[in-house]
């Protein structure tokens, strides 16, 4: 998976760093729900995520994420709907 904070040159991860704000969610925290507006991405930089969807017998995970990541990315840029939920396996600074 593309590590997106390393593909950025200084000088924009600098601006990333000016724009975005910062916050802690402790272990077993919903980050995004399936199903709400998709108006943010968070960039994971400490911690784990799951990311996982709703099926007719119950929930599949589609991927876990982590430092330099990003996640709700595609809801964001494309369909304006969370398509997944991001749950905090451990605490997870973003």
């Known amino acids: 998976m593309i590590n997106f904070l390393d593909s950025l040159y200084p000088e924009e991860r ?9 916050r802690t969610f402790a272990r077993g925290a919903k980050l995004m729900r399936e199903g709400e507006s998709a108006d943010y991405v968070i ?15 119950g929930t599949r995970v ?3 994420r982590g ?3 990003l996640v709700g990315e595609r809801g964001a840029l494309r ?3 969370r398509s997944a939920s991001v749950i905090a396996l451990e605490t997870v600074h973003a």
Do not use: M, R, W
């Open 79 to 81: 369909v304006n709907v």
């Open 43 to 57: 960039l994971i930089l400490g911690g784990l995520v799951q990311v996982s969807v709703l099926e007719k017998d």
């Open 14 to 22: 600098q601006h990333f760093a000016e724009l975005a704000s910062e």
């Open 62 to 64: 589609i991927a876990t």
């Open 67 to 69: 430092p330099g990541q």
